[in-house]
């Protein structure tokens, strides 16, 4: 088992739906987790980081962590062209700042 | 939040040769710099962690002569392939730690 999975996609929803982007991890101990967007030939950029159980909002994303089922997920509301990229889940494990990435999910939004 | 530049952004070389690509740390000290390698559609690969002033720490599988680290300064982190080959065609990215994990922008390699 692959320590962060993600669905490779490409997840494809219209313009101004909510695009759900989901990842599980394998390591029980892990602490913090983290979701990137990359767009293609670029570096992966910070879109939000989660710690404890629950959701946590940033305008129109949301980060839904449950550590019970040691799932993250990413909701981005009201979806944009602009946010066709591909998404990338990383996990810290405990007692540990670097972080593990999953394959990435590819999203895309069309007008 | 933090920068983090790479130089350079894209090099072309040709088989057999060396290449140096540099990571800084714009507008903060950090003392880790992590260096990764991501092929085509798959993820970001740690290639080794870069201790300021020390041996860097390699992840397993990546060859420590080929892939030459130098971790001179707070601020400047440079990772070396040395003898590239058309295999070590990839896109590398350096990244530092100040409270979160910032990226630089990434260098594209090219081996012929």
């Known amino acids: 088992q692959k320590e962060v999975e993600q669905n490779s996609g490409p997840l494809s929803v219209p313009e101004g739906a909510i695009a759900s982007l989901n990842c599980t991890y394998s390591d029980r101990g892990s602490q913090s987790f983290f979701w990137y967007r990359q767009y293609s030939g670029k570096s992966p950029e910070l879109i939000m980081f989660?710690?404890?159980?629950g959701d946590k909002e940033d305008g129109r994303f949301t980060a839904q962590l449950n550590k019970a089922s040691q799932y993250v997920s990413l909701l981005i509301r009201d979806s944009q062209p602009s946010d066709s990229a591909t998404y990338l889940c990383?996990?810290?494990?405990?007692?540990?700042?670097?972080?593990?990435f999953g394959r990435g999910t590819s999203l895309i939004v069309h007008p | 939040g933090a920068v983090v530049s790479q130089h350079p952004s894209w090099v072309i070389c040709k088989s057999g040769t060396s290449v140096k690509i540099e990571c800084r740390s714009l507008d903060f000290q950090a003392t880790t710099m992590f260096w990764y390698r991501q092929f085509p559609k798959q993820s970001l690969m740690l290639m080794a962690t870069?201790?300021?002033?020390?041996?860097?720490?390699?992840e397993q599988g990546v060859e420590k002569d080929k892939f030459l680290i130098n971790h001179a300064s707070l601020t400047l982190s440079t990772l070396t392939v040395t003898s590239a080959h058309p295999e070590d065609s990839s896109f590398y990215i350096c990244s530092a730690r100040d409270n979160e994990q910032y990226f630089g922008p990434g260098t594209r390699l090219t081996v012929t």
């Open positions: 870069s201790n300021e002033g020390s041996k860097a720490t390699y």
């Open positions: 990383a996990v810290n494990r405990g007692g540990s700042y670097i972080p593990t």
């Open positions: 989660i710690y404890s159980n």
